[in-house]
C-alpha cells in the first residue's frame, strides 16, 4: 500500500512539473529588404585605366648661381606671385664693389678713347694736307682702335656684372603660387640650392604611368575622364605628351593629360585615376573581368567583401580579392563567379547570416 502512495505522489509531481513547462514562443526578426544584381562580366572593356597624379603645368624650383646671404625673403608659401615679382634678396656687397671698379674704369677708357678719337682726326687732316706721313697716320689709328676696343671692353663688363645682379634678387619668371620655400634670411645661399619653388595657377595636367600591354592604346589628344580619389570629383581632359620608352619606369610609361576647366577643390598633388577610351579594344583584347558596383563592397581593414544571397534567402559575407578601379567600379580578381547574384543595396543594416526579402 505504502509503494502504491509513493508512486502515485511522483506521478502527480510529474505530471505538475510538466503543466507548469510552457514553451514561449520564439523571436524572429523581420526579413531586410535588399536590391540584388548579377554580376557583370566585362569581356569587352572599352576603357584603360591607369593611377596618376595632379602637377601644375608649370613649376620651376629657383635657384642663385651666386653664394651669398639670403638678406630678404618677400614671399610665404601659398602666395600668389605675378611674373617678374621679387621673390629673395641675396647680399650682394661684393657685386657693387665690382661695379664701383667697372664704373670707374669705362670712365677712364671713355677719356682715353675720346683723346685718340681727337688725334686721329686732327692726323687724318693734317696727312691730307701732306702735313703728316702715312707711319704716323698708321698709328695714331691703332692707337685709336685700341681705345676703342678698350672702351667696349669695359663696357661689357659692366654688363656682366649687371647680369650677376639679376642672380642676387630672384624674380618669378611666371605667374602662381608660391609652393614652398627652403631657405629663411641669414641662410648661406649656394650656387644650385633651390631657394623657392612656385607653380603656375593658370592650367593644370595629369601625369599618369601606363603598362606596356595598354600603352599602345593610348594616342596623343584622345579625351579621358579623370576621377579625383579625395574628392570623388569627376575632370575631363586630352592627352599632350605620350612616351615611348620606360627605360627608367620599370616598363611604365609616362603619359600627361591636359586637363579642362578646374575648380579650386581641384590642386596640385592629388592622386586620381585616368580612364583612356580605347575604342579598338573590344577587337584587340579579349578578358573575363568581372565588375561590380563600390558601393557595394564591404571593407574591414584591408579585407574587401560582399554579401551574397545563401539559401533560404540568408545573407553570406564572402570574401573578395580586388583588382583595379574603373570609374564607380572594382574589378573582381577571385571570390565571384560570372552569373552570381549579390546584394546591392540594403534598408537595414545586413550582417552575416540576416534574414533577407529580395524586392
Not at 669705362?106 to 675720346?114: C, D, E, H, K, V
Not at 681727337?118 to 703728316?132: E, P
Not at 620608352?245 to 603619359?255: I, K, P, R
Amino acid at each position: 500500500m505504502k509503494k502504491i502512495i509513493a508512486i502515485l505522489s511522483i506521478a502527480a509531481v510529474f505530471l505538475t512539473s510538466c503543466g507548469g513547462d510552457k514553451k514561449e514562443p520564439i523571436k524572429t526578426e523581420p526579413a531586410i529588404a535588399v536590391k540584388v544584381s548579377g554580376i557583370s562580366a566585362d569581356g569587352n572593356s572599352p576603357f584603360v585605366t591607369a593611377s596618376g597624379k595632379i602637377e601644375a603645368e608649370n613649376s620651376a624650383n629657383l635657384s642663385t648661381r651666386m653664394m651669398g646671404y639670403v638678406t630678404k625673403l618677400h614671399v610665404q608659401v601659398g602666395q600668389k606671385v605675378g611674373a617678374g615679382q621679387l621673390l629673395v634678396s641675396i647680399n650682394n656687397t661684393d657685386l657693387q664693389a665690382k661695379k664701383a671698379q667697372v664704373d670707374a674704369s669705362i670712365l677712364q677708357a671713355t677719356a682715353g678713347y675720346n683723346n685718340a678719337k681727337k688725334d686721329y682726326d686732327r692726323f687724318v687732316n693734317l696727312f691730307k694736307q701732306q702735313s703728316a706721313s702715312q707711319k704716323e697716320l698708321d698709328d695714331m689709328t691703332a692707337r685709336y682702335e685700341m681705345a676703342k676696343a678698350g672702351l667696349e671692353g669695359a663696357r661689357q663688363m659692366r654688363n656682366e656684372i649687371l647680369a650677376q645682379f639679376s642672380y642676387s634678387n630672384i624674380r618669378a619668371p611666371f605667374s602662381g603660387t608660391v609652393t614652398n620655400t627652403f631657405v629663411k634670411e641669414g641662410d648661406m645661399a649656394n650656387p644650385g640650392m633651390p631657394l623657392v619653388s612656385i607653380e603656375g595657377a593658370s592650367r593644370l595636367q595629369v601625369t599618369a604611368m601606363v603598362s606596356e600591354n595598354d600603352i599602345a592604346e593610348i594616342k596623343k589628344g584622345m579625351p579621358v575622364h579623370v576621377l579625383v580619389k579625395s574628392s570623388n570629383a569627376k575632370l575631363t581632359g586630352k592627352v599632350s605628351e605620350v612616351s615611348i620608352s620606360a627605360t627608367n619606369t620599370g616598363g611604365q610609361y609616362l603619359v600627361k593629360v591636359n586637363l579642362d576647366k578646374t575648380d579650386n577643390s581641384v590642386l596640385s598633388g592629388m592622386f586620381v585615376n585616368v580612364q583612356f577610351p580605347v575604342a579598338n579594344k573590344t577587337q584587340t583584347v579579349a578578358s573575363d573581368r568581372i565588375l561590380i558596383p563600390e558601393s557595394a563592397l564591404v571593407k574591414q581593414g584591408q579585407l574587401s567583401g560582399i554579401y551574397t544571397i545563401g539559401t533560404g534567402n540568408i545573407a553570406i559575407l564572402r570574401w573578395l580579392r580586388i583588382g583595379k578601379t574603373f570609374g564607380n567600379q572594382v574589378e573582381v580578381l577571385s571570390g565571384l563567379s560570372a552569373n552570381e547574384q549579390y546584394i546591392v543595396s540594403a534598408d537595414g543594416k545586413l550582417y552575416n547570416g540576416a534574414l533577407v526579402h529580395i524586392q
